[in-house]
């Protein structure tokens, strides 16, 4: 394997047990999150979305598409979807007035600071649960993490 000098048998280990381990962690903490949030949590996919548009504000359809690895057809009926319901405003391009730029709307803001402050909160309380060696292999792993989804998202190559 370019760039390691582990055993492949150790590498083929490691990723089955991340390919067990990411999905369990995600559903648990979303079920939590879906069980304590006051309203109907959000479905992934449009929360997704929400949350690419929170940190990239103004971005296109085709540039949500392509960061979140979605057809721009998909993403523009979750736009649609997202605007009906009064999260998003689509604004037209100062220079390209063809071109929509897309904007949460406060109450949008307000929702995902919601369930991030419950994925938050869920996940504190789990970490503190944890052994300091526990809670340092984990802060160690952030890194490596990060690296590992730099390179496994198609628009990083």
């Not at 929360?47 to 392509?66: P, S």
């Not at 997202?82 to 604004?91: F, I, K, N, S, Y």
């Not at 391009?93 to 897309?102: C, E, F, H, T, Y």
């Amino acid at each position: 394997m370019p760039g390691s000098s582990a055993p492949q048998r150790d590498v083929d280990s490691v990723a089955s047990a991340l390919a067990d381990a990411l999905p369990a962690l995600h559903r648990a903490l979303d079920r939590l999150v879906a069980r304590d949030y006051a309203r109907p949590k959000p479905p992934e996919g449009p929360l997704n979305l929400l949350r690419f548009l929170a940190e990239h504000r103004g971005a296109t359809v085709r540039e949500a598409a392509d960061a979140l690895l979605m057809k721009p057809n998909n993403v523009s009926a979750l736009v649609s979807q997202l605007t009906g319901q009064g999260l998003l405003e689509r604004r037209q391009d100062s220079a390209d007035r063809r071109v929509a730029r897309l904007h949460l709307t406060p109450v949008a803001r307000r929702r995902l600071g919601e369930v991030r402050a419950l994925q938050v909160s869920h996940l504190t309380g789990a970490l503190l649960s944890l052994t300091e060696g526990e809670m340092d292999a984990l802060g160690s792993a952030l890194g490596a993490l990060n690296s590992l989804t730099h390179r496994l998202h198609p628009a990083a190559h």
